[in-house]
């Protein structure tokens, strides 16, 4: 038997400003107003399965109680599915135990009812709160988020609702040279940024989180719990990239922590058209997929008001890096490698691996902004936003670069982040876990805008935008297929509406995200979830059933 790690059961954090009955149902807390909810039947069947189900007390929060609309928009992310007209959950439940994932996976499961999935609910296109389907519920995984961390055996054990900051935070408590690779922002949860890949800035020298994953607690279809031993390594790899949500309920991960230095370097240089941008960006795709192991520097490109010229648009190239090691060695390393950037010691800040952490957060230097800062959720903070990814794998020409400079500038506000590879994730086989993107891919690029207008017309200008520079990019990227991260969420790429041609529906976005694993992913699903119940407009479907 393996041993649980321990539960969180307190509940609060669950809004408590509620003008409601409460009734207990001998092991359901149902949060209730005067009325009944409008799907009553779903609302009463649920309750009356959980009882058969589960013997501790359980949250289950219909559309009607007064606490519905805060506990649905604490953790939307994206405002573009913050409206009125946005399909709602008939219901939300709120597990604090292992136990009630198991009776809510049950019980929506005998109801038929569809079982969407949130941790920390930064899905770009808002699939773990939001659906396409009439009727759904929504398991919000928030109260779930214990760490345990075991700095002799080098490991930690993160519920699915744990967020990257908690996570870090517990990690450097224990220790002040080890770390997780996983990514930069704080506020995104554990369970589906490991299940869909999780990268940031340790993967040139460690990989990417799913590449340190040791085990998994997942709750199965038929409400089994479930660890590694005893899923089975198709599941287990499947888990690791493939994401979660397709497969069952992910309740914790158990990670590899992996050894940083003492000190680690970061710093961020710009620079403009009028300057050598062009010349930065040409020998960047050189050096950033070749150069140390334990240096990543990421490139944002974005239009801007030229310094220089008024009236006028340009581009500005920022780079922000972190290297594991002191600013002599960096600088040393750059000069020889770089000498376009004209790297300063002076552009440097040391510090230790958390405050890093805090830096690529917020941008503050050491003891301006405390590392428990983190642990800060941020609820109830969106922005409208989209978001859109491509690989490159030759280097782009100065031509090309000029090209798109040009388009940048011409679009609008679009802009966009070139992250390295290379290291560590060149030398990981492709088929070894279902994220696909090794070796030959020299960086990512992901398309990035975000407004503060409400409605359709900005909604549809901003899309636009991001649709416009992505089909200009096309000779530029990956191709055959045009391959794209499945964490960057893009509903633009293919949706599955789980009819008779639901393989062939998964199939286009399948091959975009996942590349030859697409297959094995189907292999899986069809042997773990044959009857489709955990699916989402973009999840693995099952292999059609003969007739």
Known sequence: MFKPIEEAHSLKNIPTKMTHITLTFSSVI???????????????DFVQCLNTHSSATIIVIPQNNPSFTSTLRAYIRNSRFNTTTTPKPVLILTPTTESHVQASVLCAKKLGVQLKIRSGGHDYEGISYVSSEQSFIVLDMFNLRSINVNTGE????????????????????????????????????VGGHVSGGGYGNLLRKYGLAVDNVLDALI???????????????????????????????????????????????VFRVMRYLEQNATDVVLRWQKVAPCTDDGLWMRVLVQPVSSPTKKGEKTVRISILAQFLGNANKLVSILGNQFPELGLKKEDCLEMSWIESVVWWNDGSTPNVTKPESLLNRNLNHASFLKRKSDYIQKPISREGLEALWKKLMEVGQTGLVFNPYGGKMAQISASDAPFPHRAGNLFKIQYSVGWNIAGEEAANEYLNQTRVLYSFMAPFVSKNPRSAFLNYRDLDIGVNTFR????????????????????????????????????????????????
């Open 30 to 44: 149902v949060l209730l107003s005067a009325s009944r909810p409008t799907s009553a039947s779903v609302y009463d």
């Open 219 to 265: 709750v199965n279809v038929n409400g089994k719990l479930l660890d590694r031993k005893s899923m089975g390594e198709d599941l287990f790899w499947a888990i690791r990239g493939g994401g979660g949500g397709s497969f069952g309920v992910i309740v914790s991960y158990k990670l590899r922590l992996v050894p940083v230095p003492e000190t680690v370097t």
């Open 500 to 547: 008779k041609d639901g393989y062939e529906q998964g199939k286009v976005y399948g091959l975009k995200y996942f590349n030859d694993n697409f297959d094995r992913l189907v292999k899986v699903k069809t042997a773990v979830d044959p009857e489709n119940f955990f699916r989402n407009e973009q999840s693995i479907p099952p292999l059609p059933r003969k007739e």
């Open 154 to 189: 080098r490991s930690v054990w993160a519920q699915a609702g744990a967020t990257l900051g908690e996570l870090y935070y517990r990690i450097s408590e224990k220790s002040k040279t080890l770390a997780f690779p996983a990514g930069l922002c704080p506020t995104v949860g």
